[in-house]
Structures are given as C-alpha cells and as structure tokens.
C-alpha cells in the first residue's frame, strides 16, 4: 500500500470545487430560536441552566443534547401560550409526555423509549434546577414518573464475513474511498464511539505501542484502547497518501478530515456507515456505526475474550452494559448446549 499521492488527482478534484465553493459563501446569519424571552419567562432562564452544566463539568456534547430537548418543551409550551413556569403543573408535564409517547416520525414509527426518557429526563432536570436557584417554590415534575427502559438485545450482529465485506466496499482507488476504508477498519478493530472517532486527533495514533488514545470519551473519560495491524496499515496509507490532500489548515490536528479541510462529522460517520452497509448487498437495508462496534465485541467475546476486557475496550463504566454482549453470542452457546445436554449427548 504505497501508492504515491498524485495518483489521486483527479478523484480529489470534487473536494477542491467544493472547499473552493463553501470560501465564497458568506456565513448564514444564526437563526431566530423562536423563544419568547420577554420578562422572567422559562426561555429566559435557558441560557443560565445550559451554562449551569458547563459549570459542573458536563461536556459540551452531553449540554448540547439536553439543550435541544429542552428546546422542544419550550416550544411545544409556548404554542400553549405556556410561557412562564409558574404555569407548569403536573398534569400539563404528563400531557406533555403523551404528546411523546403518540408522536410519529416522518417513516411512522414512534419515538423510542430511550429518546423519550431523554426528553422528559431533560424537563426534570430543568425544573430541579429552577427550584435549586430559587426561581420557582415547587417542583411541577419532580414526581413525572418516566417510562420504563427495556433492556433489549442490539440488533441482529454482522457476521466476520458480512464485515469484511462492508469493509471491501470504499473505493480505494479513490483518495475519499481510503479515507473511508481507514475509519471503517478502525472502528471494527477499537469498538470506539462514533463521536470518539471524530475527536481523533493525528497524535492519538501511537504505531510503536499499536494503540489509539481516546481523550474525553463518554463520561469525559480518557482511555488507552488497542488497535490491530491491519487498521494502522490502513491509517498510516491515509496519512501518507490522502490527508495531505484534503487538510486545509496546517493547524488542524484531526484525524480524519472532511472535504473541507476539518475533522470529519458525526453525522457524515453516519452516513457513511450506512451507504456501504447497504451497497455490501448483505440483506441489510439499514446500518450504523454502532453495528461495528457491536460486531467488534460480539466477535471478540465469541474468540475468547474475557468480557472484562470487552468492558475497557468499550469504555463501559459498568459491567451490566457490557454483559448485554453475553447474550448476543448465541453461537457459542448452541454449541455448548450441542456438547454438554444429555438429550443432545444421547442423540
């Protein structure tokens, strides 16, 4: 793998144009959020709460995810003409969660219970707050009862081969398709996060030691995970052949860079992901990355790891979410079952 970089010309060509046509855009202005912040009303309160969570170390992702939850209350509250939160009881919190529980997204299914939690969860942490500073006496959701969260099985896990065969699907004679076959390989050999990977940064690829440094994982958590051979070949192809290419800025430290110059994005992980899941023609007409990292322990657990490696490697930081790849094996425990019970032994 030691194609020089000029070979790529004409397949970086489309990035150039597109880098070329984002520099002669002027910036949108920020959109109006629509909030009514006239008096002491809840939306006025909302820039004290976000900044309230930076305070008490929350990362900025976890704050950026509970701001836009909030955003949906206050603007389902203010179409209600709900605008202060003295309005707030109860049954109005509990006409709200119905509102979540009946609503459908655009393919009709409704919301999961996760998203709902997140919602809800987010209105009783602002409330809780509102309450703690002394904006409000009494706490209008602080007996909201919130659904119950299944404990389900991730979904049915790519085989070795299905895998190897979405990681066969970036075009490698295209600069882009090594960038692609590079994150693809390093999530299937880590297991990291989708956002973990987008926070890579060129020095968290240590060669000599065969590991990547993972800096502020959920959690804001550090930690130190092992990455295989095949996965650093591919790195260091991208490195040498690709990323000259595509970085913009001398001083950008990403890793993996989109066709503008920067780090690449969660969201275009995403659909990446899914666009070789589905053109790997292996029955799957949906993916994402999390199906890699779940193929990653599955495969590891049924090798013989221990699962309290799977556990470090993963990032977990209890054992109950990790033991959820226990239950995935299932090949593993047919076999076993094929050995070791007296009506199969007999057979």
């Not at 820039?47 to 603007?75: C, P, Y």
């Not at 009862?145 to 099985?153: G, I, T, V």
């Not at 490698?172 to 926070?199: C, H, K, N, W």
């Amino acid at each position: 793998m030691s194609n020089h970089p000029t070979q790529f010309q004409p397949g970086i060509g489309s990035v150039k144009r597109l880098r070329d046509t984002f520099r002669k855009k002027r910036p949108a202005e920020k959109p109006d959020d629509g909030f009514t912040r006239d008096g002491e009303t809840m939306a006025s309160r909302f820039d004290q709460w976000a900044e309230s969570m930076l305070m008490l170390n929350l990362s900025e992702n976890t704050v950026s995810g509970r701001k836009d939850h909030l955003r949906i209350f206050l603007l389902w509250a203010q179409d209600r003409d709900l605008l202060y939160p003295e309005q707030i009881t109860r049954s109005i919190l509990e006409s709200y969660q119905r509102q979540l529980y009946r609503y459908r997204k655009k393919n009709g299914q409704p919301l999961g219970i996760s998203t709902q939690i997140g919602y809800l969860g987010t209105v009783k942490n602002f409330f809780a707050w509102l309450c703690k500073k002394r904006l409000l006496e009494a706490n209008p959701a602080s007996e909201l009862e919130l659904p119950k969260m299944n404990r389900r099985l991730p979904d049915d896990t790519l085989s070795i081969r299905e895998v190897e065969t979405v990681l066969s699907v970036p075009d490698i004679t295209d600069p882009l398709g090594v960038r692609d076959r590079a994150m693809l390989e390093t999530f299937y050999s880590t297991g990291i996060r989708r956002i973990e990977l987008t926070q890579l940064l060129v020095g968290d690829v240590n060669r000599d030691s065969r590991t990547l440094f993972i800096r502020q994982g959920k959690g804001h958590k550090d930690r130190v995970v092992p990455i295989g051979g095949r996965a650093l070949q591919w790195i260091e192809k991208y490195l040498n052949d690709v990323r000259p290419l595509l970085l913009d800025e001398v001083t950008e430290q990403a890793l993996f860079l989109g066709g503008y110059g920067k780090g690449i994005t969660r969201d275009m992980l995403t659909r990446l992901v899914n666009r070789c899941i589905r053109k790997a023609d292996i029955g799957r007409t949906k993916g994402s990355c999390h199906m890699l990292r779940h193929a990653c322990a599955t495969h590891m657990l049924e090798g013989g790891a221990d699962v309290r490696y799977i556990q470090q490697l993963l990032g977990h930081a209890r054992m109950e979410t990790t033991a959820i790849y226990t239950h995935v094996s299932i090949r593993q425990l047919r076999q076993v079952h094929a050995d070791c019970h007296p009506a199969e032994k007999s057979r």
